[in-house]
């Protein structure tokens, strides 16, 4: 069976993560963050891809598509269901295509969940977390800087070119993550109700 694909995407900070792991508990959807893959890799004793995922993190870069897409892919396989959330992913133009080229025909895209959310708002946020020790070597304001830049410039094409193909559900994610989560349960009943 091909395993359905939700990409959620929104700015550093919009509360992706926590959107997902709200949805994983009610709808039975496994969790990827790309971001969190890259960064277990990182770590992992004797990764070939350690210090260049390391040295991408820091400077606010992308990760090449490639290492980026088979670390989703052994995730999804080792995960042994069919319904997947990839958070933070595809980021740019390079990500999507890499996708479509490697991933596209082993999984179904079912739509985009995009949180939008003001840059202060999520600054703020970011800024909150890091000081509350997330242990995230991204949540200051020199790596939000060019994670913002990195974001406008490149992942809001991304959004535009679902758009098109009338695959992104918009949230409103500057209200509290209760009021959020009700916005995100109506996408997903809807969408239920159209497969059944």
Request: charged content about 30%; overall charge negative; hydrophobic content about 35%.
């Amino acid at each position: 069976m091909v395993p359905d694909v939700v990409f959620v995407l929104g700015a550093p900070g919009s509360g992706k993560g926590t959107q997902c792991s709200l949805i994983s508990k009610e709808y039975d959807y496994v969790h990827l963050s790309a971001g969190d893959l890259l960064r277990e890799e990182r770590q992992r004793p004797g990764s070939e891809y350690g210090e260049m995922i390391e040295e991408k993190i820091r400077n606010g870069e992308i990760v090449p598509v490639e290492v980026t897409c088979s670390l989703l892919h052994k995730a999804m396989q080792l995960s042994g269901k069919t319904r997947f959330l990839i958070d933070g992913f595809p980021r740019n133009k390079d990500n999507l295509d890499g996708w479509e080229r490697v991933m596209s025909d082993k999984t179904k895209l079912q739509f985009i969940l995009f949180f939008e959310c003001s840059r202060d708002l999520c600054t703020e946020r970011c800024l909150g977390r890091g000081a509350a020790g997330s242990g995230r070597s991204d949540d200051n304001l020199e790596s939000l800087h060019k994670r913002f830049n990195t974001y406008l410039n490149e992942t809001m094409p991304i959004i535009q070119h679902y758009d098109q193909q009338g695959l992104v559900r918009r949230i409103d994610a500057e209200v509290s993550p209760e009021e959020v989560f009700d916005s995100v349960k109506k996408v997903f009943n809807d969408t239920k109700r159209i497969a059944a």
